[in-house]
């Protein structure tokens, strides 16, 4: 079975930038888009960004993607308290026949 | 304004049945193909199923298959989960989701609260 694999948490000063990644083993990412999705404490996720690095209307500019080959990552520049939050990649599993989602990353605000 | 509610969770014995609801409003839902996701206790995200406009294409995780159906009905803008023989491991919360597909990607554009299904004796 496929996985998406992220680090378990990333943190980082209020005003730093993090990156985390998503890799998986099979081609999964290369061959489908991905989005990232943001579950705040004791919310329903939300779309973060989209068709590899497309943000929603609403989604400030500090929360970026990029893709290379079987590889994704979101950045989030200038760390602010509210980015506290779990982040979950997702990618098209032909095998599934639906979304695969990463393992998650807790990110901490220090 | 797009809203998604679920209902119908609870606590259900192991091997029991639960049909739980996700009522859509505020969007044309008999366009849109439409997923539920779970997610246990402390756990990540795990798609659970997906169900096309006129309900032709049906898919399910494949640890899921013949225990859970996913149904929907356009007029009453409702789509459901049935989920039988019910076990410890299925304890999640349960979310619908649209799914935005635009013909080169998609992506679940908005989520439910979460309904929490919880299985124990």
């Known amino acids: 079975q496929s996985v998406l694999t992220q680090p378990p948490s990333v943190s980082g000063a209020p005003g730093q930038r993090v990156t985390i990644s998503c890799s998986g083993a099979s081609s999964i990412i290369a061959r489908n888009t991905v989005n990232w999705y943001q579950q705040l404490p004791g919310t329903a996720p939300r779309v973060l960004i989209f068709a590899d690095n497309q943000r929603p209307s609403g989604v400030p500019d500090r929360f970026s993607a990029s893709k290379s080959g079987t590889s994704a990552s979101l950045v989030i520049s200038g760390l602010r308290s509210e980015d506290e939050s779990d982040y979950y990649c997702?990618?098209?599993?032909?095998?599934?026949?639906?979304?695969?989602f990463g393992t998650g990353t807790k990110v901490t605000v220090l | 304004e797009v809203q998604l509610v679920e209902s119908g969770g609870g606590l259900v014995k192991p091997g029991g049945s639960l049909r739980i609801s996700c009522t859509a409003s505020?969007?044309?839902?008999?366009?849109?193909?439409m997923n539920w996701v779970r997610q246990a206790p402390g756990k990540g995200l795990e798609w659970v199923a997906s169900?096309?406009?006129?309900?032709?294409?049906?898919f399910y995780a494949a640890s899921l298959r013949g225990r859970f159906a996913v149904s929907r009905d356009n007029p009453t803008n409702s789509l459901y989960l049935e989920m039988n023989r019910l076990r410890a491991e299925d304890t999640a919360v349960y979310y619908c989701?649209?799914?935005?597909?635009?013909?080169?990607?998609?992506?679940?554009?908005?989520w439910g609260q979460g309904s929490l299904v919880t299985v124990s004796s």
């Open positions: 169900i096309s406009v006129s309900s032709t294409y049906i």
């Open positions: 505020g969007f044309d839902f008999s366009s849109f193909n």
């Open positions: 989701a649209r799914d935005r597909y635009s013909g080169s990607y998609s992506h679940l554009d908005y």
């Open positions: 997702a990618s098209w599993d032909d095998s599934l026949n639906g979304p695969l």
